[in-house]
């Protein structure tokens, strides 16, 4: 049994991210991945900020406070946000006077969920990653499935999760590897496409263009997850023929929930 008192007396909500959860043995492994995150995306953080690539610096502290937010790092995630408002805005200059801030921070939370992982010592398999092919495998038609296209992997581990048995969740990290699965696999088999809106180098509304040119949204329910404050967004995304919206972020009871009325809703539409 790890020290989970160890956790919140270095300023981490747990309650607030078992509920979010489920229990802890999840927690723990959503942990790991944070640390396995950890070995590139703060480099990748800090090579757009020195470009001075803010679209693309957003995405990253986009996803990472999503992530802080389901791991109980509050502050992590407060910070996150700030930092992704100043370079949607383009705001290069407070990107660069909190960007200190934002480094110690992130580096506290990192040492911590370390130190935490030690408090039990156990070997560990290693895990297969969930990232997407560029070319996605073909699954048998057969089999009924959920693609979630996300660039956090503790997103996808949470609807794979809530799935576990029911439906195959095919993982996409970004939006051309959603539509390359869309590509392979019959539409009739695919009950629900989960969308990010802000991924990297191909976006969420990439794939509603796609969707539209090729009128899948008859085929394909999608339903929109997302962190994204903007309204403005939200609101473009519903000119599609998109069913719903989850808000990040969701338990595994809310995307069961969502994912089942978006199903029922294609289903009983005409």
């Given at each position: ?9 270095n ?19 959503t ?16 090579k ?31 910070i996150?946000f ?11 200059n ?29 070997e ?17 038609d ?31 990290s ?25 991924m ?14 090729n ?30 919206v ?23 539409k005409?």
């Open positions: 049994m790890r020290d989970t008192e160890f956790l919140k007396n300023g981490v909500n747990l309650d607030s991210a078992l509920e979010l959860l489920g229990d802890l043995s999840f927690y723990d492994e942990l790991e991945q944070f640390i396995e995150e950890n070995k590139t995306r703060l480099v990748n953080i800090a757009y900020r020195q470009e001075g690539n803010m679209p693309e610096y957003a995405i990253l502290v986009h996803s990472l406070k999503s992530d802080a937010k389901y791991l109980g790092f509050t502050d992590l995630a407060n996150a700030e930092h992704e408002m100043a370079s949607k805005a383009n705001d290069i407070k990107v660069n006077e909190r960007f200190n801030d934002f480094v110690n921070i992130y580096n506290k939370y990192a040492k911590v969920a370390f130190e935490y992982l030690q408090t039990e010592k156990k560990v398999a290693p895990q297969a990653s969930t990232q997407a092919t560029t070319v996605p495998a073909q699954t048998t057969t089999e009924k499935k959920i693609i979630v296209a996300d660039d956090s992997p503790i997103i996808s581990s949470i609807v794979e999760k809530s799935f576990d048995g029911k439906y195959k969740v095919l993982v996409a970004n939006g051309q590897q959603a539509i390359d699965y869309i590509k392979v696999n019959d539409a009739n088999s695919i009950v629900a496409l989960l969308l990010d809106l802000n990297p180098e191909v976006d969420g509304f990439a794939v509603l263009d796609y969707f539209q040119a009128e899948l949204f008859d085929k394909i329910p999608v339903c929109i997850i997302t962190g994204d404050v903007e309204k403005e967004r939200i609101d473009r995304a519903f000119t599609y023929g998109i069913v719903d989850l808000p990040k972020p969701f338990t595994m009871d809310s995307v069961r929930n969502v994912v089942e009325k978006v199903i029922y809703a294609n289903e009983n005409n």
